[in-house]
Each structure stands twice: as C-alpha cells, then as structure tokens.
Nanobody
Framework: QPQLVESGGGLVQTGGSLRLSCAAS????????IGWFRQAPGKEREGVSC????????NYADAVKGRFTISRDNAKNTMYLQMNSLKPEDTAVYYC????????????????WGQGTQVTVSS
C-alpha cells in the first residue's frame, strides 16, 4: 500500500532552521511529483512547495520563497524541505503528498498523503 511518512518537525525559535523529510514506501517516487502543504489551526491547508518527478521543476508559495528549498533523492525514495529563517507564521502541521508527474500547489490534485509533522516556531 502506498505510504508517505514525514519526519523532522519540532519546536524552533524565530530565525531557526528545520529539515523535513518525506519517505515513501509501497511505491517508488520516480514518476511522482511531490508537494509540501501546511495547515495552521483554524486555517485551510495551503501549498508550500512542490517538485516535479524529474526534480527539474520546482514551485514555491510567495510566503516561503527564498527561505525554503525543496529537493528529492529518488535513490532513497525520499524528498526534503529545508526551512530556513523560520517565522512564527510558519507554525503549522506540514504534510507531504504525491501526484503523477507534474508539480502543482493544488492540494486536491494529490492522491497520496502523509500523516503530517508539527512545526512550531516560537517568537
């Protein structure tokens, strides 16, 4: 059964960094685009970043451009989200998700989701 598992969340101070990982099992990521989404309490889930199946295309939400970097290691069947210069408004549960081929920051287009990892940024 296809599964994604996130890790790397935690509590960090403003300006700090975290690296989230998303490991796939039950399928290989080679033909899948991966997206990172987040949901803060009382807010809708929003797209953060995505990377195409080849790794050649990426997209970032304006709120994280220049601070977050998405990457993938298909050999390890894992993708990553490096988050630098974190702000309190980055506090949310972060989810990774998979869809075929192409990157898109549209949650409804993703078919496989992880369980989420909490990121909390203190001021």
């Amino acid at each position: 059964q296809p599964q994604l598992v996130e890790s790397g969340g935690g509590l960090v101070q403003t300006g700090g960094s975290l690296r989230l990982s998303c490991a796939a099992s039950g399928f290989t990521l080679d033909h899948y685009a991966i997206g990172w989404f987040r949901q803060a309490p009382g807010k809708e889930r929003e797209g953060v970043s995505c990377i195409g199946s080849s790794g050649g295309s990426t997209n970032y939400a304006d709120a994280v451009k220049g601070r977050f970097t998405i990457s993938r290691d298909n050999a390890k069947n894992t993708m990553y989200l490096q988050m630098n210069s974190l702000k309190p408004e980055d506090t949310a549960v972060y989810y990774c998700a998979a869809r075929k081929w192409f990157c898109a920051l549209v949650a409804g287009s993703y078919v496989t989701w992880g369980q989420g990892t909490q990121v909390t940024v203190s001021s």
